[in-house]
Nanobody, 123 residues
Framework: QVQLVESGGGLVQPEGSLRLSCKVS????????MGWYRQAPGAERELVAT???????SCSDSVKGRFTISRDNTKSTVYLQMNSLKPEDTAVYYCNADVRSRQGGVIKRSTYWGQGTQVTVSS
């Protein structure tokens, strides 16, 4: 069973910083692309940033220059460093990962999601 567990969310003032973490657990053979998404109340889930297994990154225009995605393959963990936070960044943040794993003796490749962590930017 593959699980993604996020941490690091919370309440922060405008212009503050937070660092989100997401660890992948299970019998992991390979982790390919990893990413962060967010969903604000009443809005669709949107892509924030992605990172390939080789470390190439991309991010949405709304967070460019403020957010940085990174990963530590030795820890099966992806991070999102968020600086200069704005009230409009308030949302539930979800990580996802394209994972090749062994489950019940079967090798399986699928995309998995974390449970989400709340980020609230408010004074």
């Amino acid at each position: 069973q593959v699980q993604l567990v996020e941490s690091g969310g919370g309440l922060v003032q405008p212009e503050g910083s937070l660092r989100l973490s997401c660890k992948v657990s299970g019998i992991i053979l390979s982790i390919y692309d990893m990413g962060w998404y967010r969903q604000a109340p009443g809005a669709e889930r949107e892509l924030v940033a992605t990172i390939t297994s080789g470390g190439s990154t991309s991010c949405s225009d709304s967070v460019k220059g403020r957010f940085t995605i990174s990963r530590d393959n030795t820890k099966s963990t992806v991070y999102l460093q968020m600086n200069s936070l704005k009230p409009e960044d308030t949302a539930v943040y979800y990580c996802n990962a394209d994972v090749r794993s062994r489950q019940g003796g079967v090798i399986k490749r699928s995309t998995y999601w974390g449970q989400g962590t709340q980020v609230t930017v408010s004074s």
